[in-house]
T-cell receptor, first 108, second 116 residues
Framework: GQNIDQPTEMTATEGAIVQINCTYQTSGFNGLFWYQQHAGEAPTFLSYNVLDGLEEKGRFSSFLSRSKGYSYLLLKELQMKDSASYLCAVKGFNKFYFGSGTKLNVKP | EAGVVQSPRYKIIEKKQPVAFWCNPISGHNTLYWYRQNLGQGPELLIRYENEEAVDDSQLPKDRFSAERLKGVDSTLKIQPAELGDSAVYLC??????????????FGPGTRLTVL
């Protein structure tokens, strides 16, 4: 079966760095996506990894290891507006699988 | 450029009533998705269209749910009759395989359905 695991909730301090992990087991692999979703809003795209390694985009970075079925999203210089849920999604054989999301609470 | 448009934004109905949701994807996006998202969960795919063809509807409860995408643009998702367990946010998303990002999906604001 398909399985995507991420922590349910995390708390971090403004200005700090936080790493959100995602492990997956899916039928096929054609890329891993991270989405941000503020409460009551639609998910918005953050990053896409299809090859192993680190992709950096401003304060956000995403890492992928296909052999380990593992990814993480790294958020630097946390801001209060980063409080949201972060969804890990894997594209298998023409099918998308979403994790349940990690709710990140950023405190002053 | 306009994003994915959905209507209505909110809908409250009594159980056993029918309900329909409408989605207009980003212009030029050939792939359209309908998802259901329960509180505290990730989106669950209901159906995916490539142009006007439903290429994956394995998760669509076909006894009560139906969808169509006429002319490969707008889409409608219908529930008849609705049950209490159908209360959720229904998200529409679209993507283009030509954007070089492996099917980055753009989501609409969703329709929050409450079944009483």
């Amino acid at each position: 079966g398909q399985n995507i695991d991420q922590p349910t909730e995390m708390t971090a301090t403004e200005g700090a760095i936080v790493q959100i992990n995602c492990t997956y087991q899916t039928s096929g692999f054609n890329g891993l996506f991270w989405y941000q979703q503020h409460a009551g809003e639609a998910p918005t795209f953050l990053s896409y990894n299809v090859l192993d390694g680190l992709e950096e985009k401003g304060r956000f970075s995403s890492f992928l290891s296909r052999s380990k079925g593992y990814s993480y999203l790294l958020l630097k210089e946390l801001q209060m507006k980063d409080s949201a849920s972060y969804l890990c999604a894997v594209k298998g054989f023409n099918k998308f699988y979403f994790g349940s999301g990690t709710k990140l609470n950023v405190k002053p | 450029e306009a994003g994915v448009v959905q209507s209505p934004r909110y809908k409250i109905i009594e159980k056993k009533q029918p309900v329909a949701f409408w989605c207009n994807p980003i212009s030029g996006h050939n792939t359209l998705y309908w998802y259901r998202q329960n509180l505290g969960q990730g989106p669950e795919l209901l159906i995916r269209y490539e142009n006007e063809e439903a290429v994956d509807d394995s998760q669509l409860p076909k006894d009560r749910f139906s969808a169509e995408r006429l002319k490969g643009v707008d889409s409608t998702l219908k529930i008849q009759p609705a049950e209490l367990g159908d209360s959720a946010v229904y998200l529409c998303a679209s993507s283009s395989q030509l954007d070089g990002k492996g099917d980055e999906q753009f989501f609409g604001p969703g329709t929050r359905l409450t079944v009483l």
